[in-house]
Every structure is written in structure tokens, then in C-alpha cells.
């Protein structure tokens, strides 16, 4: 009785998994039509991929790509902003240190810098002098959170 179950459960998965093969086989063929229209299919799966997720996920994602992108200089010349914000970390002082109000739009950019700095520091082992606020401004783009540098 036992044998025949199991392989009924082989059976059912063999079954399953051609259903599989031809539905990936469908899908391939939709991709080569969308792509025979004219239309990017890597950024198609990109949009695919992206529905599946949560806003947080998404949000969180997109702040730590704009962090690379940040880092690669993807973003074009940094503003003063910026460049007093990653000197800020780098000197250790704390994120409430930012010297813009918060409806002023530099705020954000020297935040941001803070943000990306402070969080480079902490993966790569560069300690500043301590005084580092470990909680990121939640106002900004990235809100990212930086372990406090020990």
C-alpha cells in the first residue's frame, strides 16, 4: 500500500513537472513576442519581479541601489550638501548635526551623504570618532540604518 502511494507521489510530480516545462516554455515565447514589439525585456522581468514584493521591500531596495549608485558616482557631481555630509560622518559627528532645516532641500542630500557615508564606514571597519548617531533621518530618501561604529 505504502509502494503505491509513493509512487503515486512520483507520478503526480513527474506530471507536474512537464505542466512546469511547458508553462516556461510559453512564458519564453510571450518574451521573444514582447521583444519582437520593440520592448526591453530585461526591464519587463524587472517589473515582474518588482510587483512580487512589498512596498517596504521595494522602498528598501531602491534606497540601497541609490546607495551604490550613490557610491559609483552614477549620480553626477556631488553637491555641497553632500560633500559637508559625508564630511560630517567621516568626522564622526551625529546625523542631528545636519545644518539645514528640514524643509530646506539640501537637508535631505546632506542626510543622505551622512547616511551612505556613515554606512560605508561601518562595512568597511573605518571607525570615525564615536560621536556617530546610529538612527538614520527617517525624512530622507534612503532611511537607512547604520550600525553604530564600535
Known amino acids: 500500500m505504502a ?5 503515486g507521489f512520483f507520478s503526480e510530480i513527474e506530471r507536474l513537472e512537464e505542466e512546469k ?3 516556461s516554455a510559453d512564458i519564453t515565447e510571450i518574451f ?11 526591464a519587463m522581468r524587472d517589473v515582474l519581479k518588482r510587483k512580487k ?30 560633500d559637508m555630509g559625508i564630511q560630517a560622518a567621516s568626522e564622526g559627528q551625529p546625523l542631528t548635526g545636519n545644518p539645514y532645516t528640514k524643509k ?4 535631505t542630500k546632506w542626510a543622505n551623504a551622512w547616511n551612505m557615508q556613515t554606512a ?8 570615525a570618532s564615536g560621536k556617530a548617531d ?11 540604518k547604520s550600525e553604530q561604529a564600535a
Do not use: C, N
Open 53 to 82: 514584493m512589498s512596498k517596504e521591500d521595494l522602498d528598501a531596495k531602491e534606497a540601497q541601489i541609490d546607495l551604490y549608485e550613490g557610491v559609483l558616482g552614477l549620480h553626477g557631481d556631488k553637491t555641497e550638501a553632500e
Open 21 to 23: 516545462a511547458q508553462v
Open 120 to 127: 560605508l564606514m561601518a562595512a568597511t571597519g573605518d571607525k
Open 3 to 7: 509502494s503505491e502511494t509513493l509512487k
Open 32 to 42: 521573444k513576442a514582447a521583444k519582437g514589439w520593440g520592448f526591453d525585456v530585461d
Open 104 to 107: 530646506d532641500p539640501r537637508h
Open 134 to 144: 546610529a538612527e538614520a533621518d527617517p525624512d530622507t530618501k534612503s532611511g537607512l
